[in-house]
């Protein structure tokens, strides 16, 4: 395979790519050679995006359903067409297995068409006045309408399937959206919002920024309407203070909290576990991190667990065969490592002990952990599974729902009173039944709560988001 890339992520201002004025390189963090390049957007290009996000909102309110459907489908078409030169393009830049890549692209095409799909499916709903004296005889219904700009802020660990889950559902709806990508992964994201001017988009309906310098600002410019945030919760929360009124869905971080009761098959458990604690470098938001067992299966399960991983291919994110490439860059883990080396040093135990080659890091799995330390308390983001045993589940929920965090929890168990009594005193944004807390269909409303986020994903859900409900009253 050719693993040349040298591109050029520039914005697209009313549809057309506007040079640059200053660049930054783009580094494979395997390799360390210089990718391509991106531009360093300022206050000019964020005017002029937004300005001609502002004239195509008007357009896109204008375009029938079908219309946003079937440039949604050609768009799908589009990115599936660009599949490989954007999945090749995204493992050099993030370090992320090719065989993922290849496959985050697939999905996002999937994504499109899941938003497509709901483009025709915009309703509102019927109001029974005659529930009131002052109501009886009148007819009232609510309709929903195009909310105008959207700012979609991704991230790197998943540049472009995220994307497509907030661009998707924004042109479904009938918006503009204003695409500011992780400057992690600009690259990908070019390609992928250039196969979207490719399908038709109308001019200034999909524009981009890129760098960080224009964050602060666009997430604040009045001409946006919507912000749609993944990433960091400190981030997050200083998007939601800079926000003003304006709504906001946020897509923020977790510590994939995963229970596996003594019920439950224990082989798929900790093969579930593994993969999904690992695969991406554990650099997923829902990544299983905290595993829960209860105690008298606990034994058996990090055995299991540890073998699973064992058996985890890394290197070469190119190499066809790697399952696990790198970390985003080199500072990432070594943040990762700091961690686990905190909490071996406070008498963690560990079972496996992942070294470290620049931004390559081999998972680590650790017992006798408590909620004081870091790798249980916040989230890792890396290759690190905590296994924690617990005798009542009640007391492990507690502890769960006194965190910040709220994103997803995944349940083993055959016991429809266990996953019962998880789903109904666990607060958090989902909880997934025999799969862990990474399980994600694109279709499903996707989000958390408390610190994890607000609002939701999946096109359907994202679509309410990202429309204003209105009343019509007939006297």
Known sequence: MNADVDLLASSFVSGRLRDPETTVEVRDPFRGDVVG???????????????????????????????????????????????????????????KALRDCVVEVARSADTLRLAAEEAVRITGE???????????????????????????????NGPINLAAHKVGPALAAGNSVVLKPSPKAPLSSHLFAAALQEAGVPDGALGTLYGDAV??????????????????????????????????????????????????????????????????????????????????????????LDSEVASIRFGDPLDPDTEVGTLIDEAAALRVEGLVNRAVAARAQVVRHGERTGAALRATILTSVDQSMEVVRDEVFGPVITVQPYEDIESVIATINASPYGLQCGVFTNSIDVA?????????????????????????????????????????????????????VIA
Request: hydrophobic content about 45%; proline content about 4%.
């Open 37 to 95: 390049r991106a531009a360093v957007s300022d206050g000019v290009d964020l005017d002029d995006v937004v300005d001609a996000a502002v004239r195509a909102s008007a357009v896109m309110a204008a375009m029938p359903g079908y219309e946003r459907a079937a440039l949604l489908r050609r768009a799908a078409d589009a990115t599936e067409a660009a599949q490989d030169r954007i999945g090749l393009v995204m493992a050099r830049e993030t370090g």
């Open 126 to 156: 019927h109001v029974p006045m005659d529930a009131s004296p002052i109501g009886a005889g009148k007819l009232a219904l609510t309709t929903r309408f195009p909310i105008g700009v959207v700012a979609a802020i991704t991230p790197f």
């Open 215 to 304: 964050s602060a600002r666009l997430v604040s410019d009045s001409r946006v309407d919507f912000v749609s945030f993944t990433g960091s919760i400190p981030v997050g929360r200083a998007i939601h203070a800079a926000v003003g009124l304006k709504r906001v869905a946020l897509e923020l971080g977790g510590v994939g909290p995963t229970f596996v009761h003594h019920d439950s098959d224990l082989v798929e458990a900790a093969r579930a576990c593994a993969r999904n604690g690992v695969l991406l470098a554990g650099q997923s938001c829902v990544s299983v991190q905290n595993v829960y067992v209860q105690a008298s299966r606990v034994e058996e399960f990090t055995a299991l």
């Open 420 to 472: 019962h009594r998880v789903y109904k005193t666990l607060r958090t944004g989902g909880v997934i039944v025999n799969a862990t807390s990474r399980w994600r269909s694109d279709q499903m409303p996707y989000g958390g709560v408390k610190d994890s986020g607000i609002g939701r994903e999946g096109p359907r859900f994202a679509i309410r988001e990202m429309t204003d409900e209105r009343l019509l």
